[in-house]
């Protein structure tokens, strides 16, 4: 059954470094999401990504985070300036179809420290 | 706004008992829902899903059905195994008015003991 890729596992950085979140989404999907999920709380939704471009963002979303297709296949997250609260598991998920649910990738664990 | 509330956990069964996993949801338009689920380490995996009133969705032995009249999506299962043993969110999306995101519960852990 086809994946969507999540690299690395987990990643461990110093506060105010910048960190840069893989994922390669299965390949004939056309929606890309990444959603993240402190530990003990909800999963909350970041940003949605159709056509090159950002269709939806949340609150949480700022000016320190940034999505990019750069070739293709991998959909990236960036968040530039990390803090002490952005340490979560950030999930990545891609869907043909919008109204049908997505398929999550196994997550990667954020620690800033 | 949307949001999704879900029972609270942990719930703990004995194998074979029967299982209910109570979701109710707010939604200004007509929503899609759905229930993931998560096993140790592993990322979120949709379980089954329900696109419009009175569908059943259905799925490895676990069942819910979209009641619009009680904006209810409950999960329920005959009889669970000690493979069961996870945390399931229950979520809703709604295109109405053109959001897509997901809008998920906080989740309940569940674990089936021998």
């Known amino acids: 059954e086809p994946e969507v890729t999540q690299t690395p596992s987990h990643q461990v950085t110093q506060m105010g470094q910048e960190v840069i979140l893989r994922c390669v989404p299965i390949?004939?999907?056309?929606?890309f999401y990444w959603y993240r999920q402190i530990l003990g709380q909800k999963v909350e939704f970041l940003v949605s990504?159709?056509?090159?471009?950002?269709?939806?963002k949340s609150e949480i979303f700022d000016d320190q985070f940034s999505v990019e297709r750069p070739d293709g296949s991998n959909f990236t997250l960036k968040i530039r300036s990390t803090k002490l609260e952005d340490s979560a598991m950030y999930f990545c998920?891609?869907?043909?179809?919008?109204?049908?649910?997505?398929?999550f990738g196994s997550g990667t664990r954020l620690t800033v420290v | 706004g949307n949001s999704v509330t879900q029972m609270e956990g942990p719930v703990t069964l004995s194998e074979e008992a029967f299982l209910t996993i109570n979701c109710t949801y707010t939604?200004?338009?007509?929503?899609?829902l759905f229930w993931y689920v998560q096993y140790p380490g592993e990322g979120l995996q949709l379980l089954l899903k329900?696109?419009?009133?009175?569908d059943k969705g259905s799925n490895k032995g676990f069942e819910a059905t979209y009641r619009k009249e009680t904006t209810s999506f409950h999960l329920e299962k005959g009889s669970v195994q000690v493979s069961d043993s996870a945390v399931y969110f229950c979520?809703?999306?709604?295109?109405?008015?053109?959001?897509?995101?997901?809008?998920f519960g906080t989740g309940t852990r569940l674990t089936i003991i021998p």
């Open positions: 329900a696109t419009k009133a009175d």
């Open positions: 979520a809703l999306s709604d295109y109405t008015f053109g959001n897509e995101k997901l809008t």
């Open positions: 990504f159709y056509n090159n471009e950002i269709s939806e």
């Open positions: 390949s004939n999907h056309l929606y």
């Open positions: 998920a891609s869907g043909s179809e919008r109204r049908y649910g997505y398929t």
């Open positions: 939604a200004t338009g007509y929503p899609s």
